[in-house]
């Protein structure tokens, strides 16, 4: 199986969070393999060893049968409310920690970079640096502030990607809906699938698809969030509204086969659909490791969904991401 979502966090000190950038996070690592992202002086979540130590993510790997991870950074690393130039450094910064986490077997640890996305020629640059270093693609938030992916400064970013056949991670942050969402993780449940939905839309129905190369390979975690499950409603609105249809000559549905999803949906009825929706090429394993809220049985959606359809879950497991990333 070859993971294409699974998160890094490094250990990064209070001192150092500190002089990058007063939100920076950093890790309180009790000694014990556990410890717990800090914000500050707030405790954001408990997490355990294998966000920071490459081997005990190997030992995890080899225990639930994952031959190759791809790891991204934690979103709250991301950074893109900070200063350009102090984005910039942090960011060159994690990436290289990154590589270092994935030293423990860089066979079969992978890393996708982060960008300072809200300064675009710098993003480029970070882009560039990451990949002659041994990146083997990038993540980015579904937006940055106020600024969606069809943004004209992210679509030049993601022209640049293409250009340099890097692969994109679109992963949910910096969640809509704060004042209501203040219990139970509906952040998490609610906002984060809504937001890569908005992130997919935004391409979608901004025409943007009609201007990117298709060589762009772009993938949305959480199987794209809300997507699939209302793809039909926007169809409907597109063929009955027109400023549905201002800035989007196409059916949006038939924009599917220019984005790729991860497989996390946790439930086998799910991901037939998307799989229906999306197509069986574009559904890439991911396990959203090592968090809670990941599967803790890696593959065993895929195994039960598929159980009598060896190609599908072959496809969906690891033949995907080998074409996508480039994985021989
Ligand atoms: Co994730």
Redesign the pocket.
Known sequence: MIDI???FFPRITREEAAAADPRAPWLADTGDGRGQIMLGEAPFRPVQQSLWDGRTRLAWMDEKGVAIQLV?A??VMFGYAWAPARAAAWAARMNDLALDYCAADPARLKALAQVPLQDIDAACRELERAKSIGHLGVQIGNHVGEKSLDDPGILDFLRHCADLAMPVLV?PWDMMGDARMKKWMLPWLVAMPAETQLGMLSLVLSGAFERLPKTLAIVF??GGGSFAWLIGRVDNAWAHRDIVRADCPRLPSSYCERMMVDS?VFDPGALRHLVGTMGAERVLF?T?AP?P??EQSPGSLVAATYAEDAGQRERILSGNARRVFGLG
């Open positions: 979502h699974a998160h991204c934690t979103p992963h975690a959480h996390a991911g959203d968090f809220l990941g």
